[in-house]
Nanobody
Framework: QVQVVESGGGSVQAGGSLRLSCAYASIYGNYCVGWFRQAPGKEREGVAGASTDARGNLGVPYYADSVKGRFTASLEDGMQRAYLQMNSLKPEDTAVYYC??????????????????WGQGTQVTVSS
């Protein structure tokens, strides 16, 4: 069983920044690390993702329209770490954020059914 652990959530004021980290192990080759979030009373949605191939080449990141230009997804294949840098945060970004891994290649997307391994989630709260 692959363990996925997020960290870095917290509370910030609107306009602030947070960096979420995702640690995982025993994932090699081609894969995508996706970031999803679920706000109270809403369905979980994909917000960003970063992929790599067996040679360590990074793919084109995926971003939901709502976060484009504000969030940056990245990963360090050798370290088995992924990150979500979140800038210019808005109150509507408040949610539980999840890191998830799709253990095969190709461009990242937000198809939840394809992500096999999930973290426990970390709370992000943005106040106005």
């Amino acid at each position: 069983q692959v363990q996925v652990v997020e960290s870095g959530g917290g509370s910030v004021q609107a306009g602030g920044s947070l960096r979420l980290s995702c640690a995982y192990a025993s994932i090699y080759g081609n894969y995508c690390v996706g970031w999803f979030r679920q706000a109270p009373g809403k369905e979980r949605e994909g917000v960003a993702g970063a992929s790599t191939d067996a040679r360590g080449n990074l793919g084109v990141p995926y971003y939901a329209d709502s976060v484009k230009g504000r969030f940056t997804a990245s990963l360090e294949d050798g370290m088995q770490r992924a990150y979500l840098q979140m800038n210019s945060l808005k109150p509507e970004d408040t949610a539980v954020y999840y890191c998830a891994i799709r253990p095969w290649g190709g461009a990242c997307d937000n198809a939840e059914r394809d992500f096999r391994y999930w973290g426990q989630g970390t709370q992000v709260t943005v106040s106005s």
